[in-house]
């Protein structure tokens, strides 16, 4: 029997909603939930208290490091009224080769939502699929929908409505890359992408429909022309650090640095979903600078992730 939630309320297991990709949400509930992120962002600025989650537990996994998504998602359920429980694969089960079927059908009976930072994406797919509660990728290696929601509200707060503009993604194909190609077809944005050989978008990922939205160049300086945003990441992602020597020749040329700034429009911003290498993928000189938004970007994962939570829980508030 699937039919009882942890929390007494009666669903079907096939009736829950997950945010496993960006693209598990329409535009419009997108749109929703960034809205939403504004009203609570505006209640925190306030200290006006807003606690609809207040009989409700979120379950953490970790299975890669975290700052960001850890402080986030639990200083959000906590403010939210609800609680929190933070599991690792060392001070779990897992770590000890539980299968993830089983961990998901245990932790989905005692919780009402988990968040889970894993490795391949069909491991949490997997999870998902037993669970009988909510679940949020806090990262995997495929995608961060976290983070880009957070990016989002961050663009959009500082420059309006993300349609018709330009984002050049400078960085490997990775988690974040491919997440802002789900966001630029999504929200009919442009994004220009350009890396070194070897390290490019795999073009069995993009649909034709992500195509439409995506121009790719060789050229890192190429691709920042006429950008309303720069953004880039580390070039090695975790779990792939055996290869951090490789990447750091192969990308020496694709730091952002002031030239790269400079050929964008002149009020371009800077974005990085941190944590950031100075003097690797981004100068000082750039992410400490006027056009950089990062401190903003690392503090809306709050707001967004307060709003992804509320909407997965409680639905739609008018
Ligand atoms: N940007 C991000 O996800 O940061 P953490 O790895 O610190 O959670
Ligand atoms: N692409 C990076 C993002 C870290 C938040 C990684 O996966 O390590």
């Known amino acids: 029997m699937d039919s009882t939630l942890a929390n007494g309320k009666p669903e079907s297991r096939s009736a829950i909603r997950h945010f496993l990709r960006l693209d598990d949400f329409s535009a419009a509930e997108i749109n929703y939930?960034?809205?939403?992120?504004?009203?609570?962002?505006?209640?925190?600025?306030n200290y006006e208290p807003h606690m609809p989650l207040h009989d409700r537990t979120l379950a953490m996994i970790f299975e890669k490091a975290s700052t960001r998504t850890r402080v986030s998602f639990e200083a959000g359920m906590y403010q939210m009224g609800g609680v929190v429980i933070n599991l690792t694969s060392n001070d779990s089960q897992l770590g000890r080769a539980e299968p993830i079927e089983d961990t998901a059908r245990v932790i989905s009976r005692m919780v009402d939502i988990v968040m889970i930072r894993t490795f391949e994406q069909t491991r949490l797919e997997k999870?998902?699929?037993?669970s009988r509660v909510p679940?949020?990728?806090?990262?995997?290696n495929e995608f961060h929908p976290c983070q880009i929601l957070a990016d989002l509200l961050t663009f959009i707060e500082h420059k309006g409505d993300i349609k018709g503009k330009t984002i050049t993604w400078i960085g490997d194909e990775n988690n974040m890359s491919y997440t802002w190609l789900q966001a630029a077809r999504l929200l009919d944005f442009k994004l220009n992408v350009s890396a070194p050989q070897g390290y490019q978008l795999q073009s069995d990922r993009i649909s034709a429909a992500e195509r439409a939205h995506l121009e790719e160049f060789d050229d890192p300086i190429a691709a920042c022309k006429e950008?309303?945003?720069?953004?880039?990441?580390?070039?090695?992602s975790m779990g792939f650090e055996e290869e951090n020597v490789k990447r750091k020749a192969a990308f020496k040329d694709?730091?952002?640095?002031?030239r790269l700034m400079q050929a964008a429009k002149p009020d371009a911003l800077f974005m990085h979903c941190l944590p950031?290498?100075?003097?690797?993928?981004v100068t000082a000189e750039?992410?400490?600078?006027?056009q950089s938004v990062v401190w903003d970007e690392a503090e809306n994962r709050l707001h967004a992730q307060k709003a992804l939570m509320e909407f997965l829980l409680v639905g739609e508030c008018k």
């Not at 939930?33 to 600025?45: D, G, I, P, Y």
């Not at 750039?286 to 006027?290: C, Y």
Request: hydrophobic share 45%; net charge negative; aromatic share 10%.
């Open 33 to 45: 939930v960034l809205n939403r992120a504004r009203f609570l962002k505006q209640k925190f600025k």
């Open 127 to 130: 999870f998902a699929e037993h």
């Open 135 to 140: 679940v949020i990728n806090g990262l995997t």
């Open 227 to 236: 950008a309303d945003m720069i953004t880039t990441d580390v070039w090695t």
């Open 254 to 258: 694709w730091q952002v640095d002031q």
């Open 276 to 281: 950031a290498h100075r003097g690797e993928e």
């Open 286 to 290: 750039v992410i400490d600078g006027p």
